[in-house]
């Protein structure tokens, strides 16, 4: 059967969110469809409902930070069950049979599909995916704050595995907002030396708070000096550009700046210190179905979650505004007050 979902679209860039119905469809046989409970409002959202990477489909309905219960199975899904709370992020489907599905990286699926591409988001009653990307919340994980990890959280844990970041390490990292909070959080229960540079001094006592043994001020050139040659691995999450050549003499020998902000310019590197340290330049996406369990299983045993605020979603468009404002502290959540 066909389910008619409620939403929130916009019916052009930087429009206004109006109440939206469409009709879903056949559930597919390795689709679930899942009862929203709770939404994260994200950047990524604000620069789709702009149209800020020309590839927005309107009516949009955004959305790609999703808590719910499953309310409905294909025929062939496996792993998830009707009544189970599970989130879903970016992703909501990909090939899985590609040579990088099959080698468990699918957040590199070349054809995978993007949660509010091309289809409609979780600002709505009800959101369907493929099983595979249903991430099932383990027991200590709290479901009104969850939303954030599947976009904002996995974002930054997933350099955490992919690069091996070690207990030793001494790790930075660069913007101490919806993503860099959940770094320094997830790096401190890792065990390494964290330090947090910043270009905000007000930011300073909430970093150490976060879990940053140490603050930089980034546009501080005699501060940048003193830790010269120090750092393992430097974590970027800010989508401006930065003095890169100063992040790079703070690497010691073999250390890596990996950017997980999508800085709109060319990032202008030396070669010559990068060959004589052997450092490197880096980047990545989302992280695939297994780096999301493997992120809510140490957000359960750590106790870690989104420092958020939250809004009824009904109030959707104040959300947006205050996000677009630079406002939030640090994530947003809708909770769906829309009938499921």
Same mark, same amino acid.
């Given at each position: 059967?066909?389910?008619?979902?409620?939403? %929130?679209?916009?019916?052009?860039?930087?429009?206004?969110?109006?109440?939206?119905? %469409?009709?879903?469809?056949?559930?597919?046989?390795?689709?679930?469809?899942?009862?929203?409970?709770?939404?994260?409002?994200?950047?990524?959202?604000?620069?789709?409902?702009?149209?800020?990477?020309?590839?927005?489909?309107?009516?949009?309905?955004?959305?790609?930070?999703?808590?719910?219960?499953?309310?409905?199975?294909?025929?062939?899904?496996?792993?998830?069950?009707?009544?189970?709370?599970?989130?879903?992020?970016?992703?909501?489907?990909?090939?899985?049979?590609?040579?990088?599905?099959?080698?468990?990286?699918?957040?590199?699926?070349?054809?995978?599909?993007?949660?509010?591409?091309?289809?409609?988001?979780?600002?709505?009653?009800?959101?369907?995916?493929?099983?595979?990307?249903?991430?099932?919340?383990?027991?200590?994980?709290?479901?009104?704050?969850?939303?954030?990890?599947?976009?904002?959280?996995?974002?930054?844990?997933?350099?955490?595995?992919?690069?091996?970041?070690?207990?030793?390490?001494?790790?930075?990292?660069?913007?101490?907002?919806?993503?860099?909070?959940?770094?320094?959080?997830?790096?401190?229960?890792?065990?390494?030396?964290?330090?947090?540079?910043?270009?905000?001094?007000?930011?300073?006592?909430?970093?150490?708070?976060?879990?940053?043994?140490?603050?930089?001020?980034?546009?501080?050139?005699?501060?940048?000096?003193?830790?010269?040659?120090?750092?393992?691995?430097?974590?970027?999450?800010?989508?401006?550009?930065?003095?890169?050549?100063?992040?790079?003499?703070?690497?010691?020998?073999?250390?890596?700046?990996?950017?997980?902000?999508?800085?709109?310019?060319?990032?202008?590197?030396?070669?010559?210190?990068?060959?004589?340290?052997?450092?490197?330049?880096?980047?990545?996406?989302?992280?695939?179905?297994?780096?999301?369990?493997?992120?809510?299983?140490?957000?359960?045993?750590?106790?870690?979650?989104?420092?958020?605020?939250?809004?009824?979603?009904?109030?959707?468009?104040?959300?947006?505004?205050?996000?677009?404002?630079?406002?939030?502290? %640090?994530?947003?959540?809708?909770?769906?007050?829309?009938?499921?």
């Amino acid at each position: 059967m066909s389910t008619t979902i409620k939403a %929130y679209a916009a019916e052009s860039a930087k429009a206004p969110l109006k109440p939206f119905e %469409y009709e879903a469809g056949e559930l597919g046989d390795e689709h679930v469809e899942i009862a929203v409970t709770h939404c994260g409002v994200c950047h990524s959202d604000l620069s789709m409902l702009d149209n800020d990477w020309g590839m927005t489909a309107y009516p949009f309905v955004p959305g790609h930070e999703v808590v719910g219960k499953v309310v409905a199975v294909g025929d062939h899904v496996k792993r998830v069950k009707v009544g189970q709370t599970v989130g879903l992020g970016w992703t909501s489907e990909s090939c899985m049979h590609c040579h990088q599905c099959l080698s468990g990286n699918h957040n590199l699926c070349p054809t995978s599909e993007g949660t509010i591409v091309h289809r409609h988001g979780g600002f709505a009653s009800r959101v369907r995916c493929h099983w595979a990307w249903a991430a099932p919340l383990p027991e200590g994980v709290d479901p009104s704050k969850a939303g954030p990890l599947f976009c904002g959280g996995i974002t930054v844990f997933n350099p955490i595995l992919q690069f091996g970041i070690k207990p030793t390490d001494t790790v930075g990292v660069v913007g101490i907002g919806g993503l860099g909070h959940l770094a320094l959080k997830f790096l401190r229960a890792w065990g390494c030396d964290v330090v947090a540079f910043t270009s905000s001094e007000g930011k300073r006592d909430e970093a150490l708070e976060l879990g940053a043994n140490r603050v930089v001020n980034s546009r501080d050139s005699a501060a940048l000096g003193k830790v010269a040659s120090s750092f393992d691995f430097i974590l970027s999450t800010v989508n401006v550009s930065l003095d890169w050549v100063a992040l790079l003499g703070a690497l010691a020998p073999k250390g890596r700046l990996h950017t997980v902000g999508a800085v709109d310019k060319p990032i202008a590197l030396p070669a010559f210190p990068m060959i004589a340290g052997q450092k490197s330049l880096s980047g990545s996406p989302l992280g695939s179905p297994s780096s999301v369990g493997t992120m809510l299983g140490f957000c359960a045993r750590h106790k870690i979650a989104p420092t958020i605020e939250t809004f009824p979603m009904s109030r959707v468009n104040d959300a947006i505004d205050h996000l677009r404002a630079g406002k939030a502290r %640090y994530r947003i959540v809708l909770e769906n007050d829309l009938p499921v």
